[in-house]
């Protein structure tokens, strides 16, 4: 199985950025965190960060063409208004998508609040840390061994 971990906006900035927010642990560790992970789990992971809204959308349908069997994508800022990466996630269904916050979103300003992305995934982890992604990673493997 391969799952592939996107990174949207500012997610490389970890550990520097609002860390009262989104807390010390830097985006090596985060990367690290998910290496980890996929090894315990028994799956392959490749990671991608962008900062730019055409490359992930790039990056999604690369995904669909190399067979990929999940993704867990965190769009950062473009969660809340890139119609753009909602279509591109919709159209490489079947592919799950999940999609994860690392802060609470709904406890923050009222723009964070809606997400026009999550309505094309399979589902949503947010205000878990960074380990909102390895729970993501731990629901793509099971929904994948549910389906066969």
């Known amino acids: 199985m391969k799952l592939l971990v ?5 997610i490389n900035f ?5 860390k009262g927010i989104y807390g010390t642990e830097s985006f090596e560790t985060l990367e690290k965190m998910i290496r980890d992970k996929a090894e315990e789990l028994g799956v392959t ?3 991608f960060q962008s900062n730019g809204e055409g ?3 790039d990056r999604l349908q690369e995904a669909y063409r190399e067979g990929v069997d999940g993704i867990v994508f965190n769009p950062g800022a473009y969660t809340h208004y890139s119609y753009a990466l909602r279509d591109a ?6 592919i ?8 609470n979103v709904h406890k923050r300003e009222d ?11 399979l589902g949503q982890v947010v205000g878990l840390g960074l380990n909102g992604y390895l729970l993501a990673m731990e629901a793509l493997v099971a929904e994948s061994r549910k389906n066969g």
């Open 6 to 10: 996107m990174n949207g906006p500012n």
């Open 14 to 18: 970890l550990g520097i950025r609002e």
């Open 45 to 47: 992971v490749e990671l």
């Open 55 to 57: 490359e992930l959308i």
């Open 89 to 94: 996630i919709g159209s490489i269904a079947p």
């Open 96 to 103: 799950p998508v999940i999609e994860v916050h690392i802060s």
């Open 111 to 121: 723009f964070r609040h809606v997400s026009v992305t999550a309505p094309a995934c």
